[in-house]
């Protein structure tokens, strides 16, 4: 058998011989390693929280460490390590993973590096469970002559498999690297020195985080297909169920929740996720952007418009232009110009899929502006940044309010999903929020859900 008999094959299929042979061979010119790259890469950033894999935790990492002061962070490793296998379960690398065995491979590489562990602990797991037999290990290679090779490829098997495969796939989580994230100008992350107020901002994420993990928030779909294959239906990172905060330039700016899932995945399959098993319901502030824009000038939005009118709206539009003229709203508050504002209109539009077919840009965008005088000194002054925020402390009053109150809420940013039977008491959350930030124009709070 050649080396191209070998690369034809599955590697995941090759038996313990042929990859011996392929090791051999490596060295000719014809050895390329691509091919034996199937395996899903480990993410030290994955986790699997699950109760009933406690004592098999406990004892993988007590067999695997007899010296204490490595249990910490082996325990943390050992759950990185069961989400990577869980979460390669059914992939075209048949269930396995590639792990890097080289020291310093998983270390803490500065503030937006992998808060994880160092490779001597996922070796010491993955040699104390292959002496068990619960890992199938192939071991990796690396040719110094020709700097080829593969990496070591690990699987689960026998009752560990059943036991890993059995974890509710909702229990596997993506940790964000920093939770608390500095930009600058040009969108890049910048460093920052901790003070009380970067503290507290942490200290709420964390909080936030940690009681979503004792709660079981599930996607919607088949519930015959993985949790995994659903969430990838909708474009989404199945395993990111943290909130991690972004501000911009400073601490007094910007400061939204980006992260979990729910934020990426369309409305409408928002209102068939369950909390805890129950339906949801989604609520959400009305046009919250321009009651906000409004309360910085001093006014309310309700003067100028009737109640049953949409803000949005303008004269001589109709209803399908909707999108287009909130967005273009939008980005006259972040934009610095009408010019400028047109030009992004146009681009965001044809990357988001919505239609300004046939409408003058220019003329929309001079209408905006006469339809909201009083908005003078905010428009076209890139004022967006103050609007979020406010709306990001709008948000930290609500999730504090839920925590407080144990409702689980799932945030997507002016929206939140809630179970259908706290649905009231959120309600009341978010007026109160609103209240307590001492602003004037306050919107509507629809309701959605299931029919």
Known sequence: MDISDLLAKNPACLSVDEEE?????????????????????????????????EAIVEDTVCRSFSNSRYHSAAFEACSALFGNLLAATGTSGDDWVRIRKQNGSYRLAGRYGTRAFGSKIINGLVDGLHESQALEVRNGFYNRANGQGYQTRIRLRGDLKRRVCDAPGERLKRLPAELIVLKNEDGRKIDYKETAISKAHRALVMAANEFLDHNCISPPGDLSVSLIERLRGYGTD?????????????FE?????????????????????????????????????????????????????????????????????????????????????????VKVIRSDAAREGYSIRGLNLKAMVAKIRSRHPCLDGLLFGRSGLKLMALESRITERILSWCLQREICSLNIHDGYVVPASRAEELCEGMRLAFDSMGLCSIPDIHRESLR
């Open 238 to 250: 199945p395993t990111r169920g943290h909130y991690h905060r972004v501000f911009n330039g400073t």
């Open 21 to 53: 042979l392929l090791v051999e061979l490596a060295g000719t010119a014809s050895f390329t390693p691509g091919r034996l790259f199937d395996a899903r890469a480990f993410d030290p950033m994955l986790r699997l929280y699950d109760d009933g894999l």
């Open 253 to 341: 700016l910007g400061g939204r929740f980006f992260g979990p899932w729910w934020q990426q995945t369309p409305s409408a399959e928002r209102l068939a996720i369950k909390i805890n098993g129950e339906p949801v319901v989604e609520l959400d502030f009305q046009a919250m952007n321009l009651h906000l824009a409004y309360s910085l000038a001093g006014s309310t939005a309700w003067d100028r418009f009737p109640e049953s009118t949409d803000p949005y709206m303008l004269p001589g539009y109709k209803k399908e232009h909707r999108t287009a003229l909130k967005m273009a709203f939008l980005f006259c508050l972040n934009s610095k110009s009408p010019e400028q504002a």
